[in-house]
């Protein structure tokens, strides 16, 4: 498996802001600080060298115009069943053979699932029932059929693993991304004459990551007892062995790389803002470590009482004094009101690890 080198990382100065401009492979890639990024697309295979937006009506044409989540916990739990003792023997060859042969036969049936869905837009497409389509602003054969991945730490726990940085746990996440992307390449085609392009991602799953461990615990299934929810990193939010540098490392070429043919963003979550040079320290060594996708970030706080906003957590408004205040965090994309999320959101945002200035190292 190859991956793809940068060849060059500039900083572009535009009105006091930089873009970074980063060139892997002659294909470039833009960053710029005081964006809103949301982690709903990451890779596409795009060709020409062009500004994109990421929300798919605009410039080059992503997005998933459908998703279907594969709850990895209770499929790793099932075919460990059917197997007998073959877990003791995790993370050799015969192991991972048996669990990814499993897990395709699974997708054969999303595939089906997505193909049929695929020709129901394609009917509401001929019938005039998708505007934006029909205008040109989107196209279906340009869009992506997802194929969601939701408990992956705690497929990885159930099976004896360590969700930190380490060997096993990095070779379980190439063996599981590899074969699910092996078999969307397999997949990929045309089917009636419409474009079918397969892809995974590991999904926000705002809501039904806490679906998924509240069924797996009403069915029996094995769940930790630290969390109430599937998260949807590599890592796990809530460890608090796990450094902020272990975080990039663990969404980049040794756990990702060219394996996860949708992407995973890291969300790499600060106690504070921290100076330029640790940004741009933590930047060069994203770059370095094949991090491609990752966002910061520090809760933010309003009074609701004067609606003063602060970017960093507070207990009393500096401004009138109130102790009535949101706080103010991502649930997995955009920022929110934490007093907005549901109360499984709630509790699980309490247990998050936010790392600390000194953990960067400079």
Request: charged share 20%.
């Amino acid at each position: 498996m190859e991956f793809k080198k940068i060849t060059s990382a500039n900083i572009i100065e535009v009105k006091d802001i930089n873009v970074y401009d980063i060139e892997l492979d002659e294909n470039h890639y833009f960053a710029a600080n005081g964006i809103v990024s949301h982690n709903c697309r990451l890779k596409n295979k795009i060709q020409t060298k062009e500004f994109s937006f990421t929300n798919g009506n605009m410039g080059v044409e992503t997005g998933s115009k459908s998703v279907i989540t594969l709850n990895l916990s209770r499929i790793v739990q099932d075919w460990a069943k059917s197997t007998n003792e073959i877990t003791n023997f995790v993370n050799t060859d015969g192991f991972y053979d048996s669990l990814t042969t499993y897990i395709k036969e699974i997708l054969e049936r999303v595939y089906k699932y997505h193909i049929a869905y695929n020709e129901l837009l394609w009917d509401m497409y001929d019938a005039n029932l998708l505007s934006a389509y029909k205008a040109g602003f989107i196209s279906l054969n340009k869009q992506y059929l997802t194929l969601g991945v939701n408990g992956l730490n705690q497929a990885a726990e159930f099976l004896g693993l360590q969700c930190t940085d380490n060997e096993q746990y990095s070779e379980f996440c190439r063996r599981i991304f590899s074969a699910i992307k092996e078999s969307n390449q397999e997949h990929n085609g045309k089917f009636n004459g419409h474009t079918l392009s397969f892809n995974t991602e590991c999904v926000p799953a705002e809501s039904l990551a806490i679906k998924n461990y509240n069924w797996d615990k009403a069915d029996g299934y094995w769940v930790p007892n630290d969390t109430n929810l599937y998260a949807s990193y590599i890592y796990k939010p809530n460890d608090t062995s796990v450094t902020i540098l272990d975080k990039i490392r663990m969404h980049g070429k040794n756990y990702i790389g060219d394996y996860l043919d949708g992407g995973s963003s890291l969300h790499g979550n600060l106690s504070e803002h921290l100076s330029k040079e640790q940004y741009l320290h933590l930047m060069k060594y994203a770059a370095e470590n094949g991090c491609s996708y990752l966002t910061w970030n520090v809760p933010n706080s309003e009074c609701c009482d004067c609606h003063y906003i602060t970017k960093v957590p507070i207990n009393k408004c500096p401004k009138c004094g109130s102790t009535h205040i949101d706080s103010v965090d991502r649930i997995i994309g955009y920022l929110t009101r934490i007093s907005n999320w549901s109360s499984g959101r709630q509790e699980e945002q309490k247990t998050r690890i936010y790392s600390k200035r000194e953990e960067i190292g400079i």
